[in-house]
């Protein structure tokens, strides 16, 4: 329910011109001063807080004159940055269980000291939150090798049925890291990590990983050494349901998806994924989710796909697949039926883009690398015409770079 209600509620990120205005305010990290468990709290509130000392306070309704529940319903249909702006109850309201959430963007984070870390970007408060951290396996993933510091290990993510899961990473020996999916709910009453079910294939270093109708989607990828039957494998798994087994998939017709971590985009019931990372020639794959079949990409698509992709979630309105052209600096857009990318913004600062996530008519990539996130605007807006959409950013947590990003609900908070 947390996905379905979050794709219905665009992204409340402000618009460049705020973002230049007031980039303290936005930009608060987890480490920054935020009282009241992240409320921002007014000269009025702290002057009412230093009188009420020691005294009970009566429960603030809601609406006065109303039962919470009901309250609920009224205020569910308000744009969260209206509620956050009223009073602590409406923005308590914000972060509680039963209350639509926005949608945040959550980065898998490389720390100046090597390690990985996770932190969600609240798009409301303006302001970067740590995740707790996971329960990593002995010995952890990595992503760098002191044999190989000028290429980051990939540490791959997908965004599935409102959770972030991790699939598959490297140990500093070059093994695989992960014999099951981790995964973040951050719906939960106290968001926190799991382990999924064991994968029913060999563990992976490297696949085509992504999200399909809700389910996590593997394909591909190599072990420890390159295996025949690993790299033509895959399988699909509901988060959702974390008892249930994976489902194996019908094996790939070849191995070539065993030489990078690539992306698995889905839209129109079609699973999309290209052979390699970056601009270079490579072969694309298309997974039929209906037929259950493998079939040729588009060669429109396959020509066209230049650097990351990815689209919104399966339950959205829209499962568009964006891709970043690196070399240009431009946002394209794919369509079925002309088998032809369009460009939705071309910009110097989207150059060398390395990651993306797409959820509430937003792109957002990582650029500059990983010092910041670049967010464009995609939502259709009548009268705009030819006008270039807008386009901002978010600074990355200090002293991190974002490695990877997805779009999913905001996490719980506490009463």
Request: hydrophobic share 45%.
């Amino acid at each position: 329910m947390a996905a379905t209600a979050a794709a219905k509620r665009p992204c409340c990120w402000p618009p460049a011109a705020a973002a230049a205005a007031e980039p303290n305010k936005r930009h608060r990290t987890a480490g920054a001063a935020a009282p009241m468990d992240g409320d921002f709290v007014t000269a009025d509130d702290a002057a009412a807080a230093v009188q009420s000392q020691g005294q009970p306070q009566p429960k603030q309704p809601l609406l006065p004159g109303l039962p919470d529940h009901l309250a609920q319903l009224c205020l569910s249909p308000l744009q969260p940055r209206l509620m956050q702006a009223v009073c602590r109850p409406w923005r308590r309201l914000l972060y509680s269980p039963s209350f639509p959430p926005f949608l945040s963007l959550y980065a898998v984070l490389d720390d100046a000291d090597g390690g990985v870390s996770f932190s969600a970007y609240d798009t409301v408060a303006g302001r970067w939150d740590e995740l707790p951290p996971p329960p990593m396996p002995s010995p952890p993933p990595k992503l760098w090798h002191p044999s190989f510091l000028s290429r980051r290990l990939p540490l791959q993510s997908v965004a599935a049925a409102g959770r972030l899961v991790l699939v598959a990473g490297s140990t500093q020996s070059l093994h695989p890291a992960l014999s099951r999916p981790v995964v973040f709910d951050p719906a939960a009453p106290t968001p926190r990590w799991q382990l999924g079910p064991r994968f029913p294939f060999a563990p992976r270093r490297w696949c085509a990983a992504g999200a399909a109708r809700g389910r996590v989607f593997i394909a591909g990828g190599v072990g420890a050494g390159y295996d025949a039957n690993d790299a033509r494998s895959g399988a699909v798994w509901d988060p959702a349901a974390p008892s249930a087994p994976w489902e194996p998939l019908p094996p790939l017709r070849d191995g070539r998806f065993s030489r990078d971590a690539a992306e698995a985009v889905c839209s129109g019931g079609k699973v999309c994924m290209v052979s390699l990372r970056g601009s270079g020639a490579k072969e694309g794959a298309v997974f039929d989710l209906r037929a259950a079949r493998w079939e040729d990409m588009p060669p429109g698509m396959v020509a066209g796909w230049k650097g990351p992709a990815a689209a919104a979630s399966s339950d959205s309105s829209d499962e568009t697949i964006y891709v970043v052209d690196e070399e240009r600096g431009a946002l394209i857009a794919y369509d079925w039926a002309t088998d032809r990318w369009r460009t939705v913004a071309e910009s110097e600062r989207l150059k060398g883009a390395a990651e993306m996530a797409v959820g509430g008519g937003r792109v957002c990539m990582v650029a500059g690398g990983g010092e910041k996130v670049i967010v464009v605007d995609v939502t259709p807006k009548a009268g705009r015409g030819s006008a270039a959409p807008r386009m901002w950013e978010v600074a990355a947590p200090a002293g991190k770079r974002v490695v990877a990003l997805h779009v999913l609900p905001r996490m719980t908070r506490a009463e």
